[in-house]
């Protein structure tokens, strides 16, 4: 995870941010001035496909 | 000739966020508690110094809109901070000093001051933290 600047009353916008000793992170982050980059990949998710006419199948043994 | 005239050379940033232009005036003072330690046979006050108490004050223009004055320190009252202020633009320098607060207090932010027809200023102060004049380019 890292920052990068977005005003430029920081630096350069699109750079990384790296804040020094005594920088309230929080309170750039809550005014708009850097955002959080999360650089981990993301996980793969599998999403299982739906079996064909399943709903319909339902919808038959209410009826 | 012993004179500093400021015009529009000072830097301003309040937790690393360059307010300069939202800034109109800017008091940094370096103190220490004066500790009394005249003793009898003495025949004037005699004092030594104590803690550091410094503080900076800090007229800005006050804006609501994003990433301005508002946006900076709503979200740092009430929490310690670093400002900086520097006599002019450039590097730090024994000639430009970069007054620096580290770990001030700002207790207090007027959130509105608001007059007709006038724009809207603000004072802020920050009290205590460390002070140091970073003269390292």
Known sequence: MYYIIKSARLGEVGTEYEPKPGINVEALLWGGFIAEVNDQQPEEVSTPAPKKGAKNKKATKED | ??????????????????????????????????????????????????????????????????????????????????????????????????????????SELPVVNATMGELSTIDVTFVGGVYTADVTP
């Open chain 2, 1 to 106: 000739m012993a004179t500093s005239t400021y015009l529009s050379n000072p830097v301003v940033t309040v937790n690393a966020v360059d307010l300069t232009d939202q800034c109109t005036a800017a008091v940094f003072t370096q103190r220490y508690d004066q500790l009394e330690n005249t003793t009898f046979g003495k025949t004037a006050r005699t004092f030594q110094s104590g803690l550091g108490n410094h503080e900076v004050t800090l007229s800005l223009y006050n804006s609501y809109a994003a990433a301005e004055t508002f946006a900076t320190l709503e979200n740092v009252v009430g929490g310690l901070v670093t400002v900086i202020v520097k006599p002019a633009v450039g590097a730090d320098g024994p000639t430009n000093p970069g007054f620096t607060l580290t770990g001030a207090l700002l």
